[in-house]
């Protein structure tokens, strides 16, 4: 019982997170990316990021507890770095990415970098060069949404024994 409910909270959470990962990557960012006013751009997708982070940060917690709960139970202490366990290895790899993400980089890096934009731009008012700050944030969704349909794929294959 507390296996299957591991593994379905597991599930879920990881569909929600990859969902709400790819609605901003696929709609939310070509949508900001084509506003005209700069200043707009920077406080809508600050506003989005804001309140995307902690909630994945919500999401990684769960599925990481879920994920640790299931390979403690299914005993895979020995399995992990053996070569039946390298879907296992690879979930577990971008998890703590995940992890450095969004407890680490995010609050003290992208939030900051986004605040100050907004900032700089409410108190000049001039046009911000940010074409170059979005750029990166676009290639680095697809980086991110990428590794975790990856992960979530080796989690499908490795759950299921499908290679
Ligand atoms: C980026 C983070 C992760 C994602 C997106 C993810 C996603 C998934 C998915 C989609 C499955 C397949 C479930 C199914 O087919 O029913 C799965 C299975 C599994 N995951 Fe993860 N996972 C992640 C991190 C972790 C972590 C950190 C652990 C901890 C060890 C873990 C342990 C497991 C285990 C043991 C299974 C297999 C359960 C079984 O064989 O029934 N996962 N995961």
Do not use: C
């Not at 917690?61 to 399995?79: H, K, R, T, W």
């Amino acid at each position: 019982m507390l296996f299957a409910s591991m593994h379905i909270i597991h599930l879920l959470t990881a569909i929600l997170w990859i969902g709400g990962l790819g609605f901003i990557t696929i709609l939310i960012l070509p949508m900001v990316v084509k506003m005209p006013d700069a200043l707009q751009k920077v406080l809508l997708f600050q506003r989005i990021e804001h309140r995307f982070a902690p909630l994945a940060r919500y999401y990684t917690a769960i599925v990481g507890v879920s994920g640790f709960i299931m390979f403690y139970l299914m005993d895979l202490e020995g399995v992990v770095f053996a070569k039946e366990g390298r879907f296992l290895l690879f979930m577990i790899i971008v998890w703590i990415f995940w992890v450095i993400m969004l407890f680490g980089l995010e609050p003290l890096i992208i939030k900051r970098v986004l605040d100050s934009m907004a900032r700089q731009g409410e108190a000049d008012g001039k046009k911000l060069d940010i074409e170059g700050v979005f750029n990166i944030m676009n290639k680095l969704h697809w980086v991110l949404l990428t590794l975790s349909l990856s992960a979530a794929t080796s989690g499908a294959i490795f759950a299921h024994g499908l290679i």
